[in-house]
C-alpha cells in the first residue's frame, strides 16, 4: 500500500528475478488535485490496473474513472455519472506511449464517443472525438443540438485541435434566435482562428471570422474579427423587414472592455427598399451609441448606453415627422405617426424607465377608412406605465373611449366604451377584398402586452365582407360576441352568404384554435369551387375536439345543386400550355402542402341535380358519399351514379342506362361501372343495338363493345366511324368472329384466301387500338380519336388515326422513326372530309418532358440477346399502362412467340405479380432464353 498527498495505490504481484519479469495488479484512487486539473474540471478519480514486462520496460494497462461534474464559465453544470476510459501506458518505450482505448462519457445532454484512438506518442499527439450536446445553457443562452468533430495534433509541448461544429438552433430569450448555424476553428499557440457561417431562405446570410487570444493577462480577446449580415430578418414585424450590416470586435472578451464597430442599414420593406434606415453602432470603453436615421431625417433615433455592465443606463431618444411605418407590420396597414419620445431606464431592469410621449399625429388604415386617435396627446411614463385618460378613437362617424394604463411590464389594463367601424380593419385582414359594419363594444382589455385577455361584450351590425378571389360575399351580418378572456362565445351570429342564408353559434380560442367549438347552419348557398362547377348546398358542420383527443370536422351536405358545363377549345389549351412551358421557374418546383390536424367526418348527399354538359357527355347525377379520417388522407365510401345522360361518338350519341363511380376502401382510386347504349344501321338498312361497357379504375378502365347482331368489335368501329356495316366490302360480316381480349385485328383473319397467311398475319396484326381525346386544329375541339398502331421494328411504327368529331371526320396515317427516346419524324398521310383535299407532310417532334405518371414497375431478367427496351416495345408496354393479374398468360404467350420468331424455340417466361386489387404494382419477368 502507498499513500501520498492524495494519491493512494495497492499493488499486488510477483517479480521473478531470474528472468527480470512482473505480473502485478493495481488498485488506485487520487483526486483531481494531484493531477493539477482546472478547479472547474474536479473529481475523484479511481481505477483498476494491470502491470507487465520488465523492470527496464514496463507497461501498464488500465481503466480511470470517476462521477464528473464540470461548471464553469456561465454554463450551467453538467454531471457524469458514467465517464470511463480505457489506456495503455509504455513509460520506456523508445517513444513513451500512453493510448486510450475507449472513452465513455454521457449524460441526459452531452455524449462524447471517441472516434480516433488517443495517442501520445513521444511528444507526438494525435486522436479524434465526436462530441454532441442534445442542450446546453449558458447564462441567457441556449444551445440546441450542438455537433461537434474535434482532432488532436502537434506536439505535446504545442497542441493543435481543429473542430467542426454544427448547431441546430441558438436561442437568447424571446429577442433572437439563430438556426442552423457552423463553424470551423483551430486552437494552437493559445490561439483559437473560427469561422461562422449561416444561410437561409431569401438570401439570408450570417458570416463571420476571427481570432481569439484564449490566455492572457486581460483574459479571452478577440482580435481580426469581420461579420457580416446579409437580407437577415429583425426577430419582429414584416418578415420583409431586414438588416444589412458589418460588425468588427476587438479586445476583452468583457462587455465593459470591448470594442465593437459597425454599420449598416435597416430595410423596412424589400419592395420599398430605395429609402432604407441608417445604421451606426459604437462600443468602447463601456460606452454604447445607436443611431437610426432614414434620408429625410423624418425618423431619427438615438440610444445612449454608459457604464455597460450591473449599472448600466440607457437614454433613448426618438422623433418622428408624420413618417409611416405600415410596411413593418403589412403591406397595407397605413400606421402614420407624428411625434416624440423620451425613456430612461437602467439596463438592468428595462421596462422600469420613465419619460414621456408627445403625439401630434396617430392613425392607422388608409384613406377615409382609417382610425384617427384625437390630437395633440402627452403622455407620462413612470416605471414603465403608461396612463391613458379618456382617449378617443374616431373611424367612420364611429368613436371609442378609453383610459386605463399600458405598462411594459405588466401589460394592459385598459377599459373601451364606444363604437368601431369596421371598415377601419380592412388593412389588417389583406386577404379580404371588402370589410364593412359596424360593432358597439364594451370591453376592459387586461394582461400582458404579447397576449391580452379580452373581456366584455360585441354586438355587429350589418356586417359584410367579400374575398373576390375565391367567389365569397356575406353581408347583414348580425351578432352577439361574449369575450371571456382567451375564449370568444359566438352566441348569435346570422347572414347572408352567397345567396344564401348561414348561422354560427359555438365559441373561439384564437390562440388555440384546435380546443375550439363551432357550429354551423347554411342553406342554399351558391359556390363555384373550380372554374366551370357551380354547386347550390345545404347543411350542418360542427368542429371540435372529439372523444379521441382530436380536432374533428363532422356534418351532412346536401348537395341541392351542382352544374358542371365546359368544351375545351384551342384558346383555353395554347394558354394553358404557354404558362406550363414558359412560365416561371417556381411553377414546377413541388412544394409539400401542408395540411391542417383536423379529422373529417362528414356525409354528402344529392339525390338529384347533379348535371354534367361537355361536348362529350350529358348526364344528371346523384350521390351518396362518406368522407372520414385525416383530412391529409380522407378515406371516401360511396359515389355518383347516374340517372340519365349520354356519351357523344361523332354524331351519335350512347344513352347511359347504368352508371357509377364509387370509392371502395382501401383503394384511393375510384371505380368507374358504365353501361350504354346506342342505335346503328348496318349497310342493309337492319337495325343495330351496341352496348359500350367501361369498368375499371376511372384513369383507365377497360372498355367493350357489343351488339344484339353478333357483330365483332372490328365491325362496331367501322359502323360507329362510317355509319354502315362493313358486309359489302369483305367477308368480315360472314366470319363474325370476337376480338378475345389481348389478341390483335389481322387481315388475314378475315381474308383467309390471301398468300403468305403467315408472313400477312405478322405484318397486318395491329398492336394497339384504343380512343383518346385529340385536338383538332380546325374547329379549335377536343374531340374523340380512334388509334391503331403497328410496330414494324426497333425504330418504325405506323400509326392510323381516326376522328369521331361531330364536327368533322379526319383520317390520318403516319410512319414514325425514333431517331432518338426523344427526337422522331413522321411521314403523314391526312384525309377529310369529302370535300377536303387529302396531304401530305412531314412531322418533326421532341418531347421536352413527358407527364405520364408510372403505374407499374417491369423489371426483365435472363434476357440476353433481347434488350429490355426491345422486349417493351414488342409487348406494347410502358410503366404508365396498369397491368391486370389476368393479363399475365398472354403475356407470357407474347413473350414465347416473341422468341420463337427470333429462333429460340426452347424459350421460357415466368412473371411475379405484386400487388392489390387486381392490378400489379410490380411485375417481374423471368426469361430463360435457351439455345438457338
Not at 362 to 371: F, I, V
Not at 626 to 653: C, E, H, K, Q, Y
Request: aromatic fraction near 6%; hydrophobic fraction near 40%.
Amino acid at each position: 500500500d502507498l499513500a501520498y498527498k492524495d494519491l493512494w495505490v495497492r499493488l499486488k504481484g510477483i517479480y521473478t528475478d531470474a528472468t527480470n519479469e512482473i505480473i502485478a495488479s493495481a488498485n488506485y484512487k487520487l483526486s483531481s488535485n494531484y493531477l493539477q486539473l482546472p478547479n472547474w474540471l474536479q473529481c475523484p478519480l479511481q481505477g483498476d490496473s494491470e502491470l507487465k514486462g520488465s523492470i527496464e520496460n514496463p507497461s501498464l494497462k488500465g481503466n480511470l474513472s470517476c462521477p464528473l461534474s464540470i461548471s464553469f464559465a456561465g454554463i450551467e453544470e453538467q454531471y457524469f455519472k458514467d465517464f470511463e476510459l480505457v489506456y495503455e501506458l509504455s513509460p520506456f518505450h523508445p517513444k513513451s506511449v500512453l493510448a486510450v482505448k475507449s472513452l465513455v462519457a454521457a449524460n441526459e445532454t452531452i455524449s462524447a464517443e471517441m472516434v480516433e484512438e488517443l495517442r501520445l506518442e513521444g511528444l507526438d499527439l494525435r486522436g479524434g472525438v465526436d462530441l454532441k450536446i442534445r442542450s446546453l445553457k449558458f447564462e441567457d443562452i441556449q444551445l440546441n443540438d450542438l455537433k461537434m468533430a474535434i482532432s488532436l495534433g502537434g506536439r505535446l509541448e504545442n497542441p493543435r485541435i481543429n473542430y467542426t461544429a454544427s448547431l441546430e438552433k441558438l436561442i437568447n430569450g424571446d429577442s433572437l434566435t439563430i438556426s442552423d448555424l457552423h463553424s470551423t476553428g483551430t486552437v494552437q499557440n493559445g490561439v483559437l482562428a473560427f469561422s461562422i457561417d449561416q444561410e437561409g431562405s431569401q438570401g439570408k446570410i450570417l458570416r463571420g471570422s476571427g481570432e481569439i487570444k484564449l490566455v492572457g493577462e486581460k483574459g479571452p480577446e478577440i482580435h481580426n474579427s469581420k461579420f457580416y449580415l446579409i437580407k437577415y430578418p429583425l426577430p419582429f414585424g414584416n418578415p420583409q423587414t431586414f438588416i444589412e450590416a458589418e460588425l468588427a470586435l476587438s479586445g476583452p472578451l468583457n462587455i465593459e472592455k470591448l470594442t465593437v464597430a459597425g454599420r449598416g442599414k435597416v430595410f423596412i420593406d424589400s419592395q420599398q427598399s430605395d429609402d432604407p434606415l441608417e445604421l451606426i453602432l459604437n462600443v468602447n470603453k463601456a460606452k454604447a451609441d445607436l443611431s437610426l436615421t432614414n434620408s429625410d431625417k423624418k425618423l431619427v433615433a438615438m440610444l445612449k448606453i454608459s457604464d455597460l455592465g450591473s449599472n448600466a443606463r440607457g437614454d433613448l431618444d426618438l422623433k418622428i415627422a408624420g413618417q409611416s411605418f405600415g410596411n413593418v407590420i403589412s403591406p397595407k396597414t397605413c400606421l402614420d405617426v407624428g411625434g416624440e419620445l423620451n425613456y430612461v431606464f437602467n439596463i438592468s431592469a428595462p421596462l422600469y424607465g420613465d419619460g414621456r410621449v408627445n403625439l401630434y399625429k396617430l392613425s392607422a388604415g388608409c384613406d377615409q377608412n382609417a382610425l384617427r386617435v384625437e390630437m395633440p396627446l402627452s403622455l407620462a411614463i413612470k416605471k414603465g406605465d403608461v396612463s391613458i385618460a379618456n382617449v378617443k378613437i374616431n373611424s367612420n362617424q364611429a368613436t371609442l373611449e378609453v383610459s386605463g394604463t399600458v405598462s411594459l411590464n405588466e401589460g394592459f389594463n385598459l377599459e373601451a366604451n364606444g363604437s368601431l367601424s369596421l371598415d377601419t380593419l380592412l388593412p389588417l385582414v389583406p386577404f379580404l377584398d371588402d370589410l364593412g359594419g359596424n360593432v358597439d363594444l364594451k370591453l376592459s382589455v387586461v394582461g400582458a402586452l404579447q397576449a391580452p385577455g379580452l373581456h366584455g361584450d360585441a354586438v355587429l351590425k350589418s356586417g359584410r365582407f367579400s374575398i373576390a378571389s375565391k367567389g365569397i360575399n356575406a353581408s347583414m351580418i348580425d351578432g352577439n360576441l361574449v369575450l371571456e378572456g382567451d375564449r370568444i362565445s359566438i352566441k348569435k351570429l346570422s347572414g347572408e352568404l352567397n345567396s344564401g342564408d348561414f348561422a354560427i353559434d359555438g365559441y373561439l380560442i384564437p390562440m388555440d384554435l384546435k380546443r375550439s367549438v363551432v357550429n354551423l347552419h347554411f342553406d342554399k348557398i351558391v359556390l363555384e369551387p373550380v372554374e366551370a362547377l357551380l354547386l347550390i348546398i345545404s347543411g350542418k358542420l360542427d368542429a371540435g375536439i372529439k372523444d379521441s383527443g382530436r380536432p374533428l370536422l363532422e356534418g351532412v351536405l346536401n348537395i341541392d345543386s351542382a352544374q358542371y358545363q365546359k368544351n375545351i377549345d384551342i384558346k383555353g389549351l395554347l394558354g394553358m400550355l404557354t404558362s406550363t412551358i414558359f412560365g416561371r421557374k417556381e411553377a414546377f418546383q413541388a412544394t409539400a402542402r401542408k395540411f391542417p390536424d383536423l379529422d373529417l367526418k362528414l356525409q354528402v348527399n344529392a339525390r338529384r341535380n347533379i348535371y354534367v354538359f361537355t361536348n362529350w357527355f350529358g348526364a344528371e347525377l346523384k350521390t351518396d358519399l362518406s368522407v372520414d379520417g385525416p383530412i391529409s388522407a380522407p378515406n371516401l365510401t360511396g359515389g355518383f351514379s347516374t340517372i340519365s345522360g349520354w356519351l357523344g361518338f361523332r354524331n351519335r350519341r350512347f344513352i347511359i342506362t347504368s352508371g357509377s363511380v364509387n370509392f371502395i376502401p382501401p383503394s384511393t382510386e375510384p371505380y368507374l361501372d358504365l353501361v350504354a347504349e346506342t342505335k346503328l344501321y348496318s349497310s342493309t338498312g337492319n337495325p343495330v343495338s351496341v352496348v359500350l361497357e367501361a369498368k375499371g379504375l376511372l384513369r383507365q378502365p377497360t372498355i367493350e363493345f357489343s351488339s344484339d347482331q353478333g357483330l365483332s368489335p372490328q365491325d362496331i368501329f367501322t359502323l360507329l366511324a362510317t355509319g354502315q356495316g362493313a358486309s359489302n366490302t369483305t367477308v368480315v360480316d360472314s366470319v363474325g368472329r370476337d376480338l378475345e381480349k389481348g389478341s390483335g385485328l389481322a387481315i388475314s383473319s378475315v381474308i383467309p384466301f390471301l398468300p403468305l397467311p403467315g408472313f400477312f398475319d405478322d405484318l397486318t396484326r395491329i398492336d394497339n387500338f384504343y380512343f383518346e381525346p385529340e385536338l383538332d386544329p380546325a374547329t379549335g375541339l377536343v374531340e374523340p380519336v380512334a388509334i391503331a398502331t403497328k410496330n414494324l421494328g426497333d425504330q418504325f411504327t405506323a400509326v392510323g388515326k381516326m376522328g369521331l368529331g361531330e364536327r368533322r371526320s379526319v383520317s390520318r396515317a403516319s410512319i414514325i422513326y425514333d431517331l432518338t427516346p426523344r427526337l422522331n419524324i413522321a411521314g403523314i398521310f391526312e384525309a377529310g372530309n369529302p370535300e377536303e383535299n387529302a396531304s401530305l407532310g412531314v412531322d418533326l417532334s421532341y418531347t421536352v418532358f413527358s407527364r405520364l405518371g408510372r403505374a407499374v414497375k417491369i423489371k426483365f431478367e435472363g434476357n440476353e440477346q433481347l434488350s429490355d427496351a426491345d422486349l417493351m416495345k414488342r409487348l406494347s408496354l410502358n410503366e404508365s399502362v396498369s397491368i391486370q393479374r389476368d393479363d399475365i398468360p398472354e403475356i407470357v404467350s407474347k413473350i414465347r412467340d416473341i422468341y420463337l420468331k427470333a429462333g429460340f424455340r426452347a424459350a421460357e417466361a415466368r412473371i411475379s405479380c405484386k400487388g392489390e386489387s387486381g392490378y400489379c404494382t410490380a411485375v417481374n419477368m423471368h426469361i430463360k432464353e435457351g439455345p438457338i
